[in-house]
């Protein structure tokens, strides 16, 4: 604040002198700047008190370009006051309050130029024109908003009929849940019963498979028993049935640390803390450890690089970036993972092992795979009706606006273009923007609330939570919706960063009983 | 290992999210010269004076100088001095080769005229020592052998000398030698030091084909307490010794997020130092374009080692020791010998000139941001001050309004009708600044790069081709205005013809201008780059052009010089142009306002702001401000508010922000905040006047707006160290709320002695100076206070523009002293032409007496047909309140009204509705 307390307590007394100006609209004596409804606060008969009740001064002192009251009250028709306000009646045109900063500085603030009273001349009376080009602007307002009416009835009519089609929709899908319950249920009886059968049938040739694979586990561990052996007898160089520390460090292929030579720790890991082995244990226990870094020096085996585990995070990142991007605003996300799973994977039967089997065995695979098919199908059937009505529920829980008229919106898309980009709004879904130069789409927010002044909730939206900007927030987008005849975007800005502004023009916005509430609210005159 | 170092990769990420990258700037050790003769440390100095030689005549005394190889005896090089004595306790030493092999470059611009000379004597010649005096009572005492020169004041101590630690050096210019280590015409090896014709910094090579050519000289101080100056850096006021550490460099830099408290070099170099005790003020200008190190040893500081102090003061401890180091030039130093801080805060400005009178508009409100977007997102934040009632001056718009950042053009999709863009700012009594760069986009087609390409104009590679670098447009060059002819191009372009959508109401910001090379070396132009040199017989090859290095800190001044120019030229010479510079060098003021560059919304940059800004008004440049609210990163409500109190109260007063920091005109913060912030704008708006008047004083009497306590209480020791609290004047003090979350602030409230009144402009309440006080601070309070005998004019009638206030009265506020009385002035003129050359203006003073309060014109020859006049006139701190009072105006008596207020003090002297635009009197009776 500049004034200081001072002018709180500023109290002199002087000779009164009555300085009034009549207003030319209307009969009521009133000092300069002050309107009708605050004429009665100044009455030149009696001391002026301070609208704060602070300060008494003598009634001279009103409009005398000299701030007493803290509140700017005494100098309503001067720059006296930093805080003052000036009224101007502006008859033909709508009054105004303008601070009080504003009077006498040379730039016309009220159309009547009573403000630029100091300098006759500056300002002329421009009410009556503007206020003409304002009564014609709120015809064609009006007249846009009555013709917009009448779409926005249809859209009202159509937006409850869709509704209540959406809640019809809804009881059927509910019943076509249940029936498809139901065969779902059968479809499983029908799969276990036949299931049971070929499992029966398959028994049979999985105890033949064992045998198999027993008999091949046998001569495997022959193999390995005789490559140790030869081993063995190599580096048992005196044949004693004994394999000792200075024999086996004689063969530098097992230098574990590359450094020439074979070092007694090494051995004594591989001999199990022990002068030396016999054959028994080597073929246990020592040629098993051994064998790898007999591989790996004779160059045929390398030792396993865990590259796919280290890569792995990257991988994930990368399609989690993807998910970000792609896959804003689907609202199916939820259903992704539940897609999978075919449970045939669970059956370690090949189904086209054809000739394999037995004829009648074969008869039996193919009915219970036939079996397991319609399960799956019929539990595809049940997941399909589900997220339909998911998606029903959802939108009726939207709040399509007071009266339905923005429901048939929802899904809509329209277009904007500027010199760089193509905006996209869905309406009720998303806003996206795409460079022509190519690039992907970008999203700037999903459908987030209605978000208007309190009384107007209906005429801003929001979308939320877009993509990141780099190093900040979110993008968002908040659409203003105004009265048209046809549902169109008519601009694209970003004032801030990542914040973009949408201006929608929709018959849905037309409502001509606000508007004559508000032309009603402008009429003091 | 690895997870640890990746830990450290990561610690490091978050504190170094906002740092300098200091790989990209070199240290002294990485300058080549720097290293060389920062090393050189003889026990005694080659350099003798011959006396035979010596020679005055008229102002200059002229002598040869010899190096001598100290054991052979034998001459190394010749060299020659001149010392002239100048107006206004000046000396300048000039130290150039006797017969060099080409010319050595001489600094052109930085001094606004040819000093005027004083008288100069020699008055004795013994013992190896010369006595000369000047008119003034100074004397300079010369030791010939080695050569020292010192500088003696009005008392006979000597203030200030030069090469007493043997650090002269001037670098003989030599031929380029195919094999090293040859002999020289005495036969003495020469030795070249490595690095003498080529050196790499980050993979950029500098030629040298010129060689060494640095220059080098050791100036001290004895009995100073502090030295002070040498800006731009971003460490404290008073200067500390480098001798443990870097430097501190002065080489004209685009530093990206440039750190705190430091000697690092950044935008601006102005060679100036100054030396203070509460004995005696003196100053050395060290007038060099070239990159200049300057290492400073304050013997009172705990950690200079106690032998050195003995050794080279005598047991001295109050004694600071300066050495310039550069590149390239001669040895050309203006001695400055006081002997008050005022004094040598003149002395600099009557060589190097003084800022002419701002345009009004420029010392209210700016708003700015990279970038505001289009018109109507101009007409937005225009119609955004009013609705919210916040003055506001001007609007800017940076490198986004330009076709793709071609100067001198519009983005035609975002600003297709500039000229009526302008002409709804300038209806409500606004302003636009735009942004026009040096850099100029290489484009075909681009008429600026086509004609600066078909006529040679732009600065050289070093093989002769034009040179190109990268900047904002992409691939860029840069005009050459050491060539008067390309000066002249480019001050065509800002004819309003030529730049359509511009008039007198558009101004100029020129950024960059360091110039700013994104890929060149330490993001600037290369140093073996050619400039232009007036073509003289016998100099070719490398005597043709100027390099780079030479006139490096000079090229910014030659760019904005160019822009003033060309602004004048475009209104005939009739309005004053207003220009905004972030490069600054020796004689800046002359030309532009400048800011401290690209800052952060940290409280740590709000703090610098205030000793950047007071080193450089000491400097010359009181025009000076911080982008309020840090140009990177986001403020927060509490940070936003202080900076704009602050920068309510500095002389450049524009809020700026970074493109991608989040939209913060005043309004987008929180009602509470709004109110505060224009609060603070109102504030500045009240003072316009007094501060119009500064500038006007300032260019009258070359001191600086903006002052340090000790230009005032130069024998407080205690103000040699303040500096986070100014004067504005001599009127008003000021104590910026500077840090977070406080409650009380410390103040120091100088005059103790004298029992000085200090007045809280908020309260009229009086405080008697006692030195350190703790003041309680509210969000709300800015600590200022008025000195007692002072009148401050006010006008507090703020309106949307001060242009829209030129006919608004004034609050004339009286603090009276001990005695009761009170003296100010104040300053009006149209606010915008020249007109108050043809003494279109008033000059008012003040004059309170207990008996009388005289409103007199300074200059009775001068008037200005003002419609202003006194609305109130408050008197603080009265005592003994008159009875009534009557106003003395063409004489008309007319008696006044007038209310006391006994709590604090204050009489009201109630519309006494005087004229500004004749003398009058209000005489009082008891």
Redesign the interface.
Known sequence: MIYSAWIRQLQSLTIVLFTFIISGQTDVPRPRGVSLSKASLYSPTKDFTCFDGTSTIPFSYVNDDYCDCFDGSDEPGTSACLNGVFYCTNAGHRPQNIPSSRVNDGICDCCDGTDEYATPGTCSNVCEELGREARAKAQQLADLHKAGNHLRLELIEKGNKKRSEMAVQLSQLEKDKAEAELIKSEKEALKNELEAKENEALQVYRDAEEKERQRNAEIERQQREKEAREHFDKYDVNSDGTLTIDEIQKALIFDRNKDGEVDQEDILHFFGDKDSVNLEYFISTTWPMLKPLFMTNQGLFQPAVNEEEAEEPEVDEEEEAARDTEDVGGDDDDNIDEIPHDHTDDHDIEPDQSGKYDEETQKLIDEATEARRQLTDAERTVREIESNMRTFQQNLEKDYGPQQEYATLDGQCLEYEDKEYIYKLCLFQKVTQKSKNGGMEVGLGEWGEWAGEEGKKYSVMKYTNGLACWNGPHRMSTVNLNCGLESKLTSVTEPFRCEYKIEFTTPAACDDSNLAQQETSHDEL | MKALSLLLIAALGVSGAFAVDRNNFKTCEQSGFCKRLRAFKPEKSQYTLNVDSVFVHGNVFSAEVVTVDLEKKNILWRYALRLSALADGTFRVEMDEADPLYPRYRTQIALEDEPKGDGLKLISQENGKLTLANTQGHKVIITTEPLKIEFVDHTGEVAVVLNENSQLVVEPLRVKTEKIGEDDEQGNAVEEPEGTWGENFKGHHDSKSRGNEGVSLDVAFPGANHVYGIPEHTDNFYLKTTTSGEPYRLYNLDVFEYELDSPMAIYGAVPVLYSHSAKRSSGVFWHNSAETWVDIVNYSEGNVVSSLVNFVTGGQKQRVDARFISESGIVDIFVLLGEKPADVFRQYTTLTGVAPIPPKFSLAYHQSRWNY?DE??VR?VDDGFDQH?IPADTLWLDIEYTDKKKYFTWDV?RFRHPTEMVANLT???RKLVVIIDPHIKREAGYFVHEDCTEKGYYVKNKDGNDYEGWCWPGSSSYPDFFNPEVTKYYVERYRYENFPGTSKDVHIWNDMNEPSVFNGPEITMPKDCRHWKPPQDGQDGLAAYWEHRHVHNEYGQWYIRATQQGMLARSDGKYRPFILTRSTFAGTQRYAAVWTGDNAAEWGFLQASVPMCISLATAGISFCGSDVGGFFKNPDAELMTRWYQAGAYQAFFRAHSH?????REPWLFDATTLARIR?AV??RY?LLDFWYTLFYEHMIDGLPVTRPLFQEFPKEEATFTIDNQYLLGDKLLIRPVLEQGVTSVKLYLPAKETSTLWYDV???QVVTANGWINLDVTITKIPVYQRGGTVVPRK?????ASA??AN?PYTLVVALDANNTARGTVYIDDGETYEYRSNKYIYGSFDYQPTAFTYKFINEDANYPTRSWV??IVIAGIKNAPKSAKLVQGGKQTPL?M?L?R??D?L?V??PAASMASPWEIQFTY
């Not at chain 2, 493109?659 to 939209?663: A, L, S």
């Not at chain 2, 507090?796 to 949307?800: I, K, L, N, P, S």
């Open positions: 977007n109507a997102d937005a009632d999709e209806a409500k009594g493109i991608e920091t989040k939209r609060d109102r504030r009240a908020d309260s009229y507090e009638r703020v309106r949307r829209l206030m608004d609305e109130r009204q209310t207020h709590g604090n204050v009201v109630r519309k």
